[in-house]
Structure formats: structure tokens, C-alpha cells
Nanobody
Framework: QVRLVESGGGLVQAGGSLRLSCAAS????????LGWFRQAPGKEREFVAT????????DYAPSVKGRFTISRDNAKNTVLLQMNSLKPEDTAVYYC?????????????????WGQGTQVTVSS
């Protein structure tokens, strides 16, 4: 069974930082692209960041580029999302997800497996 487990969410003031972590079993993780998405109340789930299978190719949504960094540690079967200079509009439930392929993707429909999400709240 594919299982992804996020952690690291919480409440932070605007301008602060948080680091999200997503852990998975080795069979779930290695060789596949991973991504972070978020969903705010009343809004659709949106792409945040993605990394290919070995971390050499990453991409970001324009709204987070320069503030967020995605990275992966294949030896530890984890993917991280470092979030700096947080804004109130970053408030959402953040999900990590795994695709069916090795290349990075913005496309939500290419992600087959999802974690349960972790809440990030940024106060003004």
C-alpha cells in the first residue's frame, strides 16, 4: 500500500518560516516524481512545487517561487518543503503527492497517491 505522511504544519506569523516533511516507504518513493499542493478553504487544490525522481529538476508556482524550496532525500525516503517569508495567503492545507512517472509535473491529474495533508496557518 502506498502511504505518504506529511508533518511540520502549524501556525506562524507573516514573514516567518516553516518546513514541511513528507515520509514514504522506499517502494513508494524511489524512482518517482513528487509534488506539494495546497488547498485553501473554498478554493481548488493548487500546485505548489515539484521535483523529479532524483531532485535534479524542480519547479514552483509563481506565487511561491523564490520563497519556497522543495528537496528530497532518497536515502531517507522524505521530501521537504522549506517555506520562507510566509504570507497570510499561503494559509492552506498542504499535501504531498506522488506521480506515476519519474519527471516533475505541475499537473494534479498525474499524481496518483496523496498524503492526508497538514495545516499551515499564517497570521497577519
Amino acid at each position: 500500500q502506498v502511504r505518504l505522511v506529511e508533518s511540520g504544519g502549524g501556525l506562524v506569523q507573516a514573514g516567518g518560516s516553516l518546513r514541511l516533511s513528507c515520509a514514504a516507504s522506499e517502494r513508494t518513493f524511489n524512482g518517482y516524481a513528487l509534488g506539494w499542493f495546497r488547498q485553501a478553504p473554498g478554493k481548488e487544490r493548487e500546485f505548489v512545487a515539484t521535483t523529479n525522481w532524483d531532485g535534479t529538476n524542480t519547479d514552483y508556482a509563481p506565487s511561491v517561487k523564490g520563497r519556497f524550496t522543495i528537496s528530497r532525500d532518497n536515502a531517507k525516503n522524505t521530501v521537504l518543503l522549506q517555506m520562507n517569508s510566509l504570507k497570510p495567503e499561503d494559509t492552506a492545507v498542504y499535501y504531498c503527492a506522488r506521480t506515476r512517472a519519474s519527471w516533475a509535473s505541475h499537473d494534479l491529474s498525474e499524481y496518483l497517491y496523496w498524503g492526508q495533508g497538514t495545516q499551515v496557518t499564517v497570521s497577519s
